[in-house]
């Protein structure tokens, strides 16, 4: 098809003009328990949020979704916002999947947050997994951020600072590009064993949000889906240390094998 137009690489389309009041921007995006996703979702539900931007790229993998009523859908970034009627508004960012190439990855993160920087956003959060492998019953929420008026933030709301390793993929590079833009970026990684979806995770992270935020957000259906979950995980837990035993040996202590 010679002379066709060339499709642009990533493309933000705008479908209406919010006016946010002292926004903050919420990231969460596809991941290890779907944990950021889960989060990002319930809160966009939660707040029957608006959706006023959809931003497309050829760096999300190649397929398309379809929908009840057999309408196929490319693979997208959504930005809502969240009219709380608190102290602050919610720009919620999310996505099908995230970019499969790094060069996407900047690229994406760079729009949205140019976008959030024209709205008068002034803090990030990325809402993430920090992976541990094992399964636990109370699910901690660990943290990083770009100030150390942030990260002190984090810390007197409970969230673990992290010491050591890294965050990949979007969910870490948002929060440090937010960082270079003059924005405050926070990544919020809630524990999770990473084998299987995990909204109680998800829950907890939402849990350690609000509370640096000061801010209510009704959380009855997701803790049911956290409970619900929790019985499947100890169901798992139970199986494996009963196919495990007889076979233990002493393990050092774990670390996350994936934070992201």
Avoid: W
Avoid at 8 to 33: E, F
Avoid at 65 to 91: C, N
Avoid at 123 to 132: G, H, N, R
């Amino acid at each position: 098809m010679s002379g066709a137009p060339a499709l642009p690489r990533l493309q933000l389309r705008a479908l209406s003009a919010p006016s946010p009041a002292n926004p903050v921007m919420v990231c969460g995006l596809p991941g290890s328990g779907f944990v950021g996703k889960l989060a990002a979702d319930y809160l966009v539900t939660t707040f029957k949020a608006e959706k006023f931007a959809e931003v497309y790229s050829s760096s999300f993998p190649p397929n398309v979704s379809i929908g009840d009523e057999g309408i196929a859908q490319r693979s997208r970034g959504e930005l809502f916002h969240a009219r709380t009627g608190q102290r602050a508004d919610l720009i919620v960012f999310t996505a099908d999947s995230q970019p499969s190439t790094s060069e996407g990855e900047y690229e994406l993160a760079e729009a949205v947050l140019v976008e959030a920087k024209r709205l008068g956003v002034k803090a990030v959060f990325s809402l993430a997994a920090y992976v541990t492998g094992a399964f636990v019953k109370e699910r901690r929420v660990f943290g990083a951020a770009t100030s150390a008026r942030a990260a002190l933030a984090l810390s007197a709301n409970g969230v673990h600072l992290m010491r050591e390793g890294g965050i990949s993929g979007m969910n870490g590079l948002v929060v440090g590009l937010a960082g270079l833009m003059g924005m405050d970026g926070m990544s919020l990684l809630g524990e999770t064993s990473g084998y299987l979806l995990d909204p109680a995770a998800s829950h907890a992270v939402l849990g350690s949000l609000a509370r640096i935020l000061e801010m209510e957000v009704d959380m009855e259906s997701i803790e049911e889906s956290a409970k619900e979950a929790q019985q499947v995980f100890n169901q798992v837990q139970m199986m494996t240390e009963q196919g495990a035993e007889g076979a233990r040996v002493p393990q050092e202590e774990r670390k996350p094998g994936y934070i992201g």
